[in-house]
């Protein structure tokens, strides 16, 4: 199950193609567009990665730094950077740790499936989508983020234990 909308995504500190990477640095500063995507040299992740390279113009006036993250080893990443130059970090996830903590689901257990996250400026995970949504799509809902017509979700909160127990009591 991913992170829900409205949690606060966990911090990390990691390892990139340009270099260390602490998520917390864009607190208060910067929304991020987290894209967790399965494999480097793939037509599709080139594609979906090559589309947030394209847009990183429109994402800096958006005040949104892009993040990808794959499990590769760190030579396949930089390989991948310098075929396609793609402008923003590639995390290298070899301990599939960034996967745990956003809850990435796997495809059979041997690569994580094409995920997107945008985090607001505090954090707060605002979108999900398990795939590849459209650049337009994206910019639409930072721009709603950034303007305030995207609603703030309530974070989940925790079921009452009583609350549980009458919710069993009429199944």
């Known amino acids: ?72 080893k760190p030579e396949k990443h930089l390989k991948f950077e310098t075929r396609n130059n793609f402008g923003f970090p590639l995390i290298y996830d070899d301990r599939w740790q960034l996967a745990f903590h956003f809850r990435i689901p796997t495809l059979m257990g041997l690569m994580q499936a094409r995920t997107v996250y945008i985090l607001d400026r505090d954090m707060r995970v605002r979108y999900v989508f398990r795939g590849s949504p459209t650049t337009h799509e994206l910019q639409q809902v930072i721009q709603g983020i950034n303007d305030g017509t995207l609603p703030i979700p309530e974070p989940p909160q925790p079921k009452d234990e009583q609350e549980t127990v009458e919710e069993d009591k009429l199944s």
């Open 1 to 72: 199950m991913l992170l829900e909308l409205g949690m606060i995504a966990p911090d990390f500190t990691m390892d990139s193609t340009q270099g260390s990477v602490h998520l917390y640095d864009y607190k208060g500063k910067k929304n991020v567009l987290l894209i967790f995507y399965p494999l480097n040299n793939t037509r599709t992740c080139r594609e979906q990665l090559c589309a947030a390279r394209d847009a990183l113009p429109d994402y800096a006036e958006l005040d949104t730094v892009v993040l990808g993250v794959n499990p590769g």
